[in-house]
């Protein structure tokens, strides 16, 4: 697939960066790098000028596509104020309020630069709160890369071995993360009413938090149960643990208010990244005022940093979010998930591939050898048929399709869509998934 320009970009990367890439995801899997020269809209031209449709985006960061006017309009402008200042101005206040205005649970405000950190300032604060030190985490759930919460993720090396009451042993998802720090962390199975009850009974004397992704995005498209949601809130608020819904993926994307809003359940606090900047590098912690006051000023928590709430990438959010409150935004974006969706099903069915798919706010998870909808990471692992789900990556890729049934090891990757996509986009890819399904024979075994 690669001329002679990609390899020796290949070849001249590893000289000076490690495995060829700034960034460690961009080596993907089974494929390693591909070098881009230019994007727009929702399409991607490496440096070979071949186009294609970019359904990672940004690992779902770019909810708006790759150069939105309004958003380039707004940072040109935020340049003209000073070159990426970081000092207070009414940009930053004006972000908060609209944040408290569209986010259920958000009293309080503090911005950050990563998902990454926000979940890892949102644990801080419960601890700090609560005075204990335990987090229940979930399963496949995806959290960032921080040392707190890197257990039982799709880069764990193996998976943990079930233990007492329904609990799963806390794989670290790195090495160089201290296993000692997985006594921390409870890990348990998602949608399990049963476990989770259970774990707070065994645990609740040391419990800080409970942190979920409210719809499990990092394992394709799960959603919650009702009664488990249900269940997870009035126990955190009876037993008085921090609930935080790590809303990275889900937040200003399943609905303007995000999960939380969608599902009518608000956590105490809530992490943002991904498309509260539409591709600038923001986060935020939002949650309740008593316990956001945790964080210094007033409170004792450190959250602060060199680059955090920085005038461009604030201008770029405050303008994300202009365009995504605009009526009928989220209505499109359902429209263009529902299409996918229904597409995928009715070709897995004219090819008979056993398959489910499911798909929300434009993150769309296909389960190849699935026969039902799976409530959690073991449900994926029971019948997903990987082999062939990689065979149908490699395919996609060579028909242009980045992000189309990218693996991960525990779970498929979901395809994302974005606002610069159009119903033609959706229609050319399913074209291109049935020229996959015809060259590709469905065996039963991955
Ligand atoms: N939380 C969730 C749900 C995520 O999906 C991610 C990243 O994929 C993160 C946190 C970490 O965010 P970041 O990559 O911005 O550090």
Same mark, same amino acid.
């Given at each position: 697939?690669?001329?002679?320009?990609?390899?020796?970009?290949? %070849?001249?990367?590893?000289?000076?960066?490690?495995?060829?890439?700034?960034?460690?995801?961009?080596?993907?899997?089974?494929?390693?790098?591909?070098?881009?020269?230019?994007?727009?809209?929702?399409?991607?031209?490496?440096?070979?000028?071949?186009?294609?449709?970019?359904?990672?985006?940004?690992?779902?960061?770019?909810?708006?596509?790759?150069?939105?006017?309004?958003?380039?309009?707004?940072?040109?402008?935020?340049?003209?104020?000073?070159?990426?200042?970081?000092?207070?101005?009414?940009?930053?206040?004006?972000?908060?309020?609209?944040?408290?205005?569209?986010?259920?649970?958000?009293?309080?405000?503090?911005?950050?630069?990563?998902?990454?950190?926000?979940?890892?300032?949102?644990?801080?604060?419960?601890?700090?709160?609560?005075?204990?030190?335990?987090?229940?985490?979930?399963?496949?759930?995806?959290?960032? %890369?921080?040392?707190? %919460?890197?257990?039982?993720?799709?880069?764990?090396?193996?998976?943990?071995?079930?233990?007492?009451?329904?609990?799963?042993?806390?794989?670290?998802?790195?090495?160089?993360?201290?296993?000692?720090?997985?006594?921390?962390?409870?890990?348990?199975?998602?949608?399990?009413?049963?476990?989770?009850?259970?774990?707070?009974?065994?645990?609740?004397?040391?419990?800080?938090?409970?942190?979920?992704?409210?719809?499990?995005?990092?394992?394709?498209?799960?959603?919650?149960?009702?009664?488990?949601?249900?269940?997870?809130?009035?126990?955190?608020?009876?037993?008085?643990?921090?609930?935080?819904?790590?809303?990275?993926?889900?937040?200003?994307?399943?609905?303007?208010?995000?999960?939380?809003?969608?599902?009518?359940?608000?956590?105490?606090?809530?992490?943002?990244?991904?498309?509260?900047?539409?591709?600038?590098?923001?986060?935020?912690?939002?949650?309740?005022?008593?316990?956001?006051?945790?964080?210094?000023?007033?409170?004792?928590?450190?959250?602060?940093?060199?680059?955090?709430?920085?005038?461009?990438?604030?201008?770029?959010?405050?303008?994300?979010?202009?365009?995504?409150?605009?009526?009928?935004?989220?209505?499109? %974006?359902?429209?263009?998930?529902?299409?996918?969706?229904?597409?995928?099903?009715?070709?897995?069915?004219?090819?008979?591939?056993?398959?489910?798919?499911?798909?929300?706010?434009?993150?769309?998870?296909?389960?190849?050898?699935?026969?039902?909808?799976?409530?959690?990471?073991?449900?994926?692992?029971?019948?997903?048929?990987?082999?062939?789900?990689?065979?149908?990556?490699?395919?996609?890729?060579?028909?242009?399709?980045?992000?189309?049934?990218?693996?991960?090891?525990?779970?498929?990757?979901?395809?994302?869509?974005?606002?610069?996509?159009?119903?033609?986009?959706?229609?050319?890819?399913?074209?291109?998934?049935?020229?996959?399904?015809?060259?590709?024979?469905?065996?039963?075994?991955?």
């Amino acid at each position: 697939m690669h001329t002679s320009q990609m390899a020796a970009l290949r %070849l001249r990367a590893e000289q000076s960066l490690l495995g060829g890439v700034a960034s460690g995801w961009n080596h993907l899997s089974l494929t390693g790098p591909i070098y881009f020269k230019r994007a727009h809209g929702a399409y991607l031209y490496d440096v070979d000028g071949r186009r294609y449709i970019d359904y990672f985006l940004g690992w779902g960061s770019l909810l708006l596509g790759h150069d939105p006017p309004g958003m380039r309009d707004a940072l040109l402008a935020a340049l003209q104020q000073g070159f990426c200042h970081e000092y207070e101005t009414e940009s930053q206040i004006l972000l908060a309020e609209k944040i408290c205005s569209i986010v259920p649970c958000a009293e309080r405000v503090r911005l950050a630069n990563s998902g990454t950190e926000a979940t890892m300032y949102a644990v801080r604060v419960a601890r700090s709160r609560t005075g204990k030190n335990k987090i229940i985490k979930f399963e496949g759930h995806f959290h960032g %890369l921080h040392d707190t %919460l890197l257990f039982a993720t799709d880069s764990s090396p193996r998976l943990g071995a079930l233990q007492e009451g329904g609990e799963i042993e806390p794989v670290p998802g790195s090495s160089g993360v201290p296993s000692a720090l997985g006594e921390l962390v409870v890990v348990l199975p998602f949608n399990d009413t049963e476990a989770f009850a259970r774990a707070v009974e065994r645990h609740h004397a040391d419990l800080a938090a409970v942190i979920m992704e409210p719809i499990a995005m990092n394992l394709g498209c799960i959603a919650p149960d009702r009664a488990f949601l249900d269940a997870v809130r009035r126990i955190t608020s009876e037993k008085g643990i921090v609930l935080i819904f790590d809303e990275v993926l889900t937040g200003f994307r399943v609905a303007l208010g995000g999960a939380q809003e969608y599902y009518g359940v608000s956590p105490d606090l809530a992490c943002y990244g991904k498309a509260l900047g539409c591709g600038m590098s923001i986060a935020a912690v939002a949650g309740r005022k008593d316990i956001m006051e945790e964080i210094y000023p007033p409170g004792q928590v450190q959250m602060g940093g060199t680059n955090s709430g920085r005038i461009l990438a604030v201008a770029g959010a405050l303008a994300a979010l202009d365009t995504l409150s605009r009526p009928g935004f989220y209505e499109r %974006l359902s429209a263009l998930t529902d299409r996918f969706v229904a597409g995928m099903r009715s070709l897995t069915q004219r090819y008979d591939i056993p398959s489910y798919v499911e798909g929300i706010g434009g993150r769309i998870g296909v389960y190849f050898g699935l026969q039902r909808r799976p409530r959690n990471m073991r449900d994926v692992l029971d019948g997903w048929n990987q082999g062939f789900h990689n065979e149908c990556y490699l395919k996609a890729l060579e028909k242009g399709l980045y992000g189309v049934f990218h693996p991960l090891p525990f779970s498929p990757e979901s395809i994302t869509l974005c606002a610069a996509h159009t119903p033609e986009d959706i229609d050319d890819t399913l074209d291109k998934i049935e020229a996959i399904f015809k060259q590709v024979p469905y065996t039963r075994t991955g």
